[in-house]
């Protein structure tokens, strides 16, 4: 596809439940970003990946979010034992990376509701 | 936590208006981008203004970066339906290869036909 594709789309987990969570990015993007948008928010950084390389997972707000991108394309977005304070919109982005400039294209997001 | 706060949080007004959204900060971004974002989608991008006062037009819409470039304007003439949606400005801090975007908390904006 021509975008950055999200899955799913919507998910629904029980509180304590395991959720992973799917970004494909737009092919040959390095930089892929994950993003957490509560409601009536703005989006908030959780984590930053060039290639396969995670440099930056600083957003993450807790040991139970962890992100991988093993090939340096498809990304997921793992959260252990969900709570209902997890419950938010979760965005991807993908850019050409590497220097300043560059555009990052967002996908259409997964949000995440915790019962 | 936000670090850019964006008034007013919500907007509603008739059709033909003109209107100025604010996106303000204490602290010094490389550059400010502006978004527009629909139920369901991802944003997606407007502009970036990277020079302090710099003035960017996109149509009816106006894009203003302060002189400090710690804030940002934005303002639409002639305020169509079509501009109905959430609005926010994201502030870079230029660190090599890891553009991360912080946010604003956001406007929505709603133009009555």
């Known amino acids: 596809g021509a975008g950055v594709s999200q899955s799913p789309r919507y998910k629904v987990a029980k509180r304590g439940q395991d959720v992973a969570l799917r970004c494909d990015p737009i092919?040959?993007?390095?930089?892929l970003f994950w993003y957490q948008q509560a409601l009536g928010q703005g989006p908030e950084f959780l984590t930053y990946?060039?290639?396969?390389?995670?440099?930056?997972k600083s957003g993450l707000p807790s040991d139970r979010f962890f992100a991988e991108r093993p090939e340096g394309s498809v990304s997921t977005l793992k959260i252990q034992r969900t709570q209902q304070e997890d419950s938010a919109v979760y965005l991807c982005a993908s850019s050409l990376g590497l220097a300043r400039g560059y555009e990052q294209f967002f996908g259409p997001g997964t949000r995440l509701t915790v019962l | 936590t936000q670090l850019l706060e964006q008034s007013p949080q919500f907007l509603s007004i008739q059709e033909g208006e003109n209107l100025t959204v604010y996106c303000n900060s204490s602290s010094v971004f490389s550059s400010l981008q502006w978004y527009r974002q629909e139920p369901g989608e991802g944003p997606v991008l407007l502009v970036t203004v990277v020079t302090g006062g710099e003035v960017k037009k996109l149509k009816r819409l106006t894009f203003q970066f302060g002189d400090a470039r710690k804030d940002s304007s934005l303002h639409i003439t002639a305020a169509q339906p079509g501009d109905t949606g959430l609005y926010l400005c994201a502030g870079v801090r230029s660190n090599f290869g890891n553009e991360k975007l912080t946010f604003g908390t956001g406007t929505r904006l709603t133009i009555i036909p």
């Open positions: 092919s040959g993007h390095v930089s």
């Open positions: 990946f060039q290639n396969e390389a995670q440099l930056d």
